[in-house]
C-alpha cells in the first residue's frame, strides 16, 4: 500500500532564517506531487505541485520554492522566512493521470515564524 | 472568480443526522470531493460524486446536483468523532482542485 512521510511535524523558527521541508511518498512510481498550506480555520491554499522529477508549478507567488529531485520526493524551502509564512503545512500525493483518484496527504507540519 | 461556499460551523447532537452543505461556481466541473479533517491532522479522503445523486457509503453520504452547482453530506447516526472539519472540493475544467474552507461540525452529547 501506499504511504506518505512528511517531516517534521513541528518546526519554530525565527523570521528570516532558511526553511527545507520533506514529502517522501512509498508504494506508487510518478505521482503527482503537492505542497499546500492552510491558515488557522482555513481551507487549503496550494503552493505547488509536480507531474514529474523537475517539473514544479507554482500557484501562489511568494519566497518558497519546491524541488522534486527524486520521483517520490518533494521538498519545499526558503531562503529567509517572514512572519506571514507561519501556518500548517501539507504534502500530498496522487496517482498520474487519474483526477478523479482523491489527493492523499500526509501528517503536516506545523510551523511558527518567531 | 472560482468560488466555494459552506457553513463555518455547525453544531449537532450525539445520534442525530446532519447535512452539510456545499456551493460551487467554478470554470466547469470535472467532479466534487469530501474530506474529513480532525483538528491539528491532515485531511481525509471521504467521497468523489461526479455524477448527479446520492452515493453512499455507511454512516456517510454524499449527493450532487450538477445543474444547482450544490452537493451535501449527511452523515447519520452521529458519533463524538465525527467532530471534525468537512472540506468540498471541486475539480474544475483544468482538473485542478478548487477548495471550500471548510464546516467546522461540532457534536454534542
Known amino acids: 500500500s501506499q504511504t506518505i512521510h512528511q517531516w517534521p511535524a513541528t518546526l519554530v523558527q525565527p523570521v528570516g532564517s532558511p526553511l527545507s521541508l520533506e514529502c517522501t511518498v512509498e508504494?506508487?512510481?510518478?505521482?503527482?506531487l503537492y505542497w499546500y498550506r492552510q491558515a488557522a480555520g482555513r481551507g487549503l491554499q496550494l503552493l505547488f505541485y509536480s507531474v514529474g522529477i523537475g517539473q514544479i508549478s507554482s500557484e501562489v507567488p511568494q519566497n518558497l520554492s519546491a524541488s522534486r529531485p527524486q520521483d517520490r520526493q518533494f521538498i519545499l524551502s526558503s531562503k529567509k522566512l517572514l512572519l506571514s509564512d507561519s501556518g500548517f503545512y501539507l504534502c500530498?500525493?496522487?496517482?498520474?493521470?487519474?483526477?478523479?483518484?482523491?489527493?492523499?496527504f500526509g501528517d503536516g507540519t506545523r510551523l511558527s515564524i518567531l | 472568480g472560482q468560488n466555494i461556499d459552506q457553513p463555518t460551523e455547525m453544531t449537532a447532537t450525539e445520534g442525530a443526522i446532519v447535512q452539510i452543505n456545499c456551493t460551487y461556481q467554478?470554470?466547469?466541473?470535472?467532479?466534487l470531493f469530501w474530506y474529513q479533517q480532525h483538528a491539528g491532522e491532515a485531511p481525509t479522503f471521504l467521497s468523489y460524486?461526479?455524477l448527479d445523486g446520492l452515493e453512499e457509503k455507511g454512516r456517510f453520504s454524499s449527493f450532487l446536483s450538477r445543474s444547482k452547482g450544490y452537493s451535501y453530506l449527511l452523515l447519520k447516526e452521529l458519533q463524538m468523532k465525527d467532530s471534525a472539519s468537512y472540506l468540498c472540493a471541486v475539480l474544475d475544467s483544468n482538473y485542478q482542485l478548487i477548495w471550500g474552507a471548510g464546516t467546522k461540525l461540532i457534536i454534542k452529547p
Open positions: 467554478t470554470s466547469g466541473f470535472n467532479g
Open positions: 460524486n461526479v
Open positions: 508504494g506508487t512510481s510518478n505521482p503527482n
Open positions: 500530498a500525493w496522487s496517482l498520474r493521470g487519474e483526477p478523479h483518484q482523491p489527493q492523499h
